[in-house]
């Protein structure tokens, strides 16, 4: 299947600066990637679809001026959370569909803090 | 995608087998069952799918009923790193949307 390389793994920010975060997908030309929010103890929800070459689609209530994702390449799709607050902490997953095994495969997560 | 419906935790001895129930009465022809797992702080991991017949792999087994309203995720032998999330997802199986992530059963192995 896929692999999938996210980074980085954790990041500490201050409030108010932005940080990017990047996804890869290391063997698959992928055309569309997802982007995972995970609060703690808490399941993963789909924040938006990247989509290679067009504009991401979000998915209601997640501000898309805050959250800005990039899908420049069939490789590469970055999230940028700009103007960082505390409630901005928690878990990024990104994930690639994998159509070769019908699934999906997911980077390892970047654990965001904003202090 | 159907819904399903799984218990909130679980717990199974190391070595023995870890038996993960999933129902989701109300799945349709064309959808698939699908098991990931996500072990704490990591993104999820793909198990194993199936549609109608019983599946095998190098992790674990699927059990479908043949009604197809519940299924069985079997660990054979588990370990303590078979700790995790255990996610039982529906979907149609060549939909390009994304997946949808219900809270999960949380199986804690124990020495």
């Known amino acids: 299947g896929a692999v999938v390389s996210q980074h980085p793994s954790r990041v500490i920010c201050k409030s108010g600066t932005s940080v990017k975060i990047e996804c890869r997908s290391l063997?698959?030309?992928?055309?569309?990637m997802f982007w995972y929010r995970q609060f703690p103890k808490q399941s993963l929800m789909l924040m938006a679809t990247?989509?290679?070459?067009?504009?991401?689609?979000?998915e209601q209530g997640v501000e898309k001026d805050k959250f800005l994702i990039n899908h420049a390449s069939l490789t590469l799709s970055t999230l940028t959370v700009t103007s960082a607050h505390p409630e901005d902490s928690s878990f990024y997953i990104c994930?690639?569909?994998?159509?070769?095994?019908?699934?999906?495969?997911f980077g390892s997560g970047t654990r965001l803090t904003v202090v | 995608d159907a819904k399903t419906t799984q218990p909130t935790s679980m717990d199974c001895a190391e070595g023995r087998a870890a038996n993960l129930p999933c129902n989701h009465s109300?799945?349709?022809?064309?959808?698939?069952v699908y098991w990931y797992r996500q072990i704490h702080s990591q993104g999820p991991q793909y198990i194993i799918h199936?549609?109608?017949n019983n599946e095998t792999n190098e992790m674990a087994s699927l059990i479908i009923t043949e009604d197809r309203k519940s299924s069985t995720l079997i660990l054979p032998h588990a370990t303590l790193r078979d700790t995790a999330v255990y996610y039982c997802?529906?979907?149609?199986?060549?939909?390009?949307?994304?997946?949808?992530f219900g809270k999960g059963t949380k199986l804690s192995v124990k020495p």
């Open positions: 997802i529906v979907r149609v199986g060549r939909s390009q949307g994304n997946l949808i």
């Open positions: 990247s989509n290679e070459g067009s504009k991401a689609t979000y």
């Open positions: 994930s690639v569909r994998d159509t070769n095994v019908y699934g999906y495969t």
């Open positions: 109300t799945i349709s022809g064309n959808e698939y």
């Open positions: 063997d698959f030309q992928a055309t569309t």
């Open positions: 199936g549609l109608k």
